[in-house]
Each structure stands twice: as structure tokens, then as C-alpha cells.
């Protein structure tokens, strides 16, 4: 996987603690924890990324390890190899077969979607929609 052109990258041996905030897409290979605050841009956690965070962006592709929430005004795209723990809130979302997704998922409207703030969002998702939905036993 390589960063999108124009990405600021976060390589795989950087570890973050803390609030990360912008306005420009952002690639994470690396160990991130804290929260992840793009309102208008696109988040790519790498195959080889560790993100312990809460995340609120326009759009998000999982390569790699999430726990923590996402709130996205866009699109949630989660490869073969992601592995999530944490609800989902998006307008759209896609899950690759192998992909694993432990929690909650609400799916709205762009027009129903909060914009992310620049805090830390946490979004109540009823109990009756589940990622499990999204399993098929196989044949």
C-alpha cells in the first residue's frame, strides 16, 4: 500500500500520543493513540498502523489495526487485512472479505452525518444494528 500523492505520511516506526488535527489527507503506518480529527479529508491507517483513536473524518481506508470509534462524513473502507474494534457512524461503508469488525454500525445520509469538530466525538449507535449483520456463514 503507498500513501495517495500529496499525503502527509506517518511511517511505520513514529509513535503518536496526543490529538492529531488538519486539513489535508493523512497517511498512518505507524502507532498512533488519542484521537484523529480530518473534517475534510481522507484518513489511510497502513497495513503495519497500531491507531488506538477516535476518529472523525470525511473519509477512512483501514489496512491495518483500529480500536477506537469512527465518525465519517464520507465513505468507511475496510481492506482484507483490517482488523477494527470500535462503532462505526458514516454516510457510506465497504467491507472486503477477511476484513474483521467487532462493534456497531449506522449508516445515515451525508445530510445526516455531523460534521466531525475538532474535539473528540462520541456517538451513541443503537444496539440493534450490528456489524454481525454483515456475516454470512459459509456454505
Partial sequence: MKPAEGSTVIGKSVIIR?????????????D?????????????????AR???DISVRDVIVFGQLTG??????????????VVNGDILAGRLSI???????????LKTTSEVPKPSTSAVVVP???ET????FSQPKA
Fill in 18 to 30: 496526543g490529538e492529531l488535527s488538519g486539513n489535508e489527507d493523512l497517511y498512518i503506518d505507524g
Fill in 32 to 48: 498512533v493513540e488519542g484521537t484523529v480529527t480530518l473534517p475534510e479529508s481522507r484518513l489511510t491507517i497502513g497495513p503495519n
Fill in 51 to 53: 491507531v488506538r483513536a
Fill in 69 to 82: 470509534n469512527i465518525q465519517a462524513t464520507g465513505r468507511v473502507d475496510l481492506r482484507q487485512s483490517a
Fill in 96 to 106: 472486503e472479505e477477511s476484513a474483521v469488525l467487532t462493534g456497531r454500525v449506522e
Fill in 125 to 127: 449507535v443503537p444496539a
Fill in 130 to 133: 450490528s456489524a454481525s449483520l
